[in-house]
Every structure is written in structure tokens, then in C-alpha cells.
């Protein structure tokens, strides 16, 4: 019921940037919090960002000072900025966006992902 699609992955060099977007559409009443994880190879996956409806920011402390997440609720599309590549940022990039839907009357929840975007930092 709810649809992510994620684009703006890349192979980039360390130092670079990329900037990384995922849209969200379908059947949703509203949107709360919309983050970024990622997941490297034999790691598990962990949180990069996420930002609430009132654009309160929350950075994983590896990232912070470099990647810069952001939203634009009339889109229901988040962000994230990624500056100062390193190699170890190379990953799945994955949205993850919570809210609830337009089924009445309850309006449940959601916790959609999306499909993955693959980031790769060459040193």
C-alpha cells in the first residue's frame, strides 16, 4: 500500500558526494519519521539518519558532520546529502518511512523500506 523508490547511488571517489532521494507514495494519511540505513557486506544493517515530521535530525556518529538529511513533506521525499565519501560508507543505502494510511477507521501504521541503492566508495 505504500511504494518507496530510491535513486542517486553511485560509484564515486573517496572525498566525492552523492545525493541519495526516496519517494514515497500510495495510500498514506500521514508521514512521522523518514530515515536512511545502510548495510555493508557481513555487517548488519544500522541506521545513517532520520528526521521527523518537525525536521528534528538524528545522525549515526560516523556520519555526522558529512551527510545532511532532509525532507520535503509536500513531496513525501527525503534526502540524504552525502559530502566527504569514505570508503567505508560503501553500502546498500536503504528509506525506511513510517507514518500511518488512509484506511479508515483505524488508520494503521506503516513501516515501509525501500528496494536499496548501492553506494560505492573507491579510495
Known amino acids: 500500500q505504500v511504494q518507496l523508490v530510491e535513486s542517486g547511488g553511485g560509484l564515486v571517489q573517496a572525498g566525492g558526494s552523492l545525493r541519495l532521494s526516496c519517494a514515497a507514495s500510495g495510500s498514506i494519511f500521514s508521514i512521522n519519521a523518514m530515515g536512511w540505513h545502510r548495510q555493508a557486506p557481513g555487517k548488519q544493517r544500522e541506521l545513517v539518519a532520520v528526521?521527523?515530521?518537525?525536521?528534528?535530525?538524528e545522525y549515526a556518529d560516523s556520519v555526522k558532520g558529512r551527510f545532511t538529511i532532509s525532507r520535503d513533506n509536500a513531496k513525501n521525499t527525503v534526502y540524504l546529502q552525502m559530502s566527504s565519501l569514505e570508503p567505508d560508507d560503501t553500502a546498500a543505502y536503504y528509506c525506511?518511512?513510517?507514518?500511518?494510511?488512509?484506511?479508515?477507521?483505524?488508520?494503521?501504521?506503516?513501516?515501509?523500506w525501500g528496494q536499496g541503492t548501492q553506494v560505492t566508495v573507491s579510495s
Open positions: 525506511n518511512v513510517q507514518g500511518a494510511l488512509l484506511t479508515m477507521p483505524t488508520r494503521p501504521r506503516f513501516s515501509s
Open positions: 528526521i521527523t515530521t518537525g525536521g528534528s535530525t
